[in-house]
C-alpha cells in the first residue's frame, strides 16, 4: 500500500513540475505582439477591445502598442519618413579636355 501511495505522489510531481516547465516558454513567448497588426486593426476603426479580442491579446498589449506607436511617431527620426527616397546626389562634372 506505502508503495503505491509513494508511486502516485512521485508521478503526480513528476506531471506538475512537467507543466510549470512547459508553461515557461508560453509565457516568455506571451510577450511577442505583433504591433504592426494592431495598429492596422485600430486604423481601420476597431476598438481596444475589439483588437484584442480578434488577436486574442490582452487589451494592455494594445494599449502598449499604442503608447510604442505614439511615442515613435513623437520623436524626430519619424518625422523624416522613411519611405521618402533620398535625394540622388549629383552627377560629377563632366571632365574638360
Known amino acids: 500500500m506505502t508503495k ?3 508511486a502516485v505522489a512521485t508521478t503526480l510531481a513528476f ?9 515557461i516558454p508560453r509565457a516568455h513567448a506571451a510577450g511577442k505582439v505583433d504591433c504592426d497588426k494592431v495598429m492596422e486593426e485600430l486604423n481601420s476603426g476597431k ?3 475589439e483588437v484584442a479580442s480578434d488577436l486574442s491579446i490582452s487589451a494592455a498589449s ?5 503608447r510604442k506607436h505614439a ?19 549629383p552627377a560629377p562634372a563632366p571632365a574638360g579636355h
Open 71 to 89: 511615442k515613435m511617431m513623437a520623436s524626430p527620426a519619424a518625422m523624416a519618413s522613411p519611405e521618402a527616397p533620398a535625394a540622388p546626389a
Open 62 to 66: 494594445v494599449r502598449r502598442c499604442k
Open 4 to 6: 503505491k501511495i509513494v
Open 15 to 23: 506531471g506538475t513540475a512537467l507543466s510549470f516547465a512547459v508553461a
Open 47 to 49: 476598438k481596444t477591445k
